[in-house]
């Protein structure tokens, strides 16, 4: 049987562990890419809705270049100013995976869109209305952007020209100058349709104003 040995003391100190090899830094992503996309997000309005209209546009940094990985959400009362759309727009039937709260004929008040390569989106719903219980609102869609470097998702909104005399009363619109609130105005594009462009940060050259964004509380 082997005897046990020892080791003589060296007598110096016992080495000190080597460092860690630092982490990667951390990265703001994007993400959200991967998980929050569903199929038919750009569908609010009901299939076959004869009211639909179509709200597309781009979203663009302060050099004008498209943002492809951008992700808008928007809310939106329904036609009547109700606020609660279809309960449960994002809960999943386990047996079939489909989205139980879209399902085709009821109103969800909720769209989440990705931008494409070209920094392109589209979204389908029902023309907005102002929220029940507020008179003095312009009719809108709420929109919540998330994009590449956004520490935190911004907020925005959707007026309609055919609206424009209710504009002046509009609580956010009244408190705007005239070219600040152009930003926020969606542009006719043809029968039902409507352009809605989003720019992060103004143009160096001053011809684009940055679209009005909302403060957090």
Same mark, same amino acid.
């Given at each position: ?44 309005? +009901? =299939? ?9 546009? !781009? ?34 039937? +386990? ?24 920094? *392109? ?12 219980? *507020? ?32 504009? =002046? ?12 609130? !152009?930003?926020?105005?969606? !542009? +006719? ?9 989003? *720019? ?16 957090? !509380?």
């Amino acid at each position: 049987m082997p005897r046990a040995t020892t080791r003589p003391d060296s007598g110096t100190a016992p080495e000190a562990p080597s460092p860690l090899a630092p982490t990667p830094a951390q990265t703001i992503g994007p993400f959200y890419g991967t998980a929050l996309p569903f199929p038919g997000g750009e569908q609010v309005a +009901p =299939a076959g809705h004869p009211d639909t209209i179509t709200v597309h546009g !781009r979203v663009r940094d302060g050099a004008g270049a498209p943002v492809p990985d951008a992700l808008l959400e928007f809310w939106q009362a329904a036609p009547d100013g109700g606020l609660t759309g279809a309960p449960g727009s994002l809960r999943h039937d +386990p047996a079939t995976g489909a989205l139980l709260g879209r399902d085709g004929v009821d109103f969800t008040g909720f769209g989440r869109v990705p931008t494409d390569a070209d920094g *392109r989106y589209a979204l389908r719903t029902l023309p907005a209305a102002a929220p029940a219980g *507020r008179p003095d609102a312009a009719p809108y869609l709420a929109v919540c952007l998330f994009a590449r470097g956004l520490i935190q998702h911004l907020f925005t909104r959707v007026y309609f020209p055919e609206h424009r005399t209710a504009h =002046a009363a509009d609580p956010l619109l009244a408190r705007l100058p005239a070219a600040r609130a !152009r930003t926020l105005l969606a !542009r +006719p594009d043809g029968p039902g349709r409507y352009r809605f462009d989003v *720019r992060l940060q103004h143009s160096a050259d001053g011809a684009h104003e940055e679209t009005v964004f909302l403060a957090h !509380r």
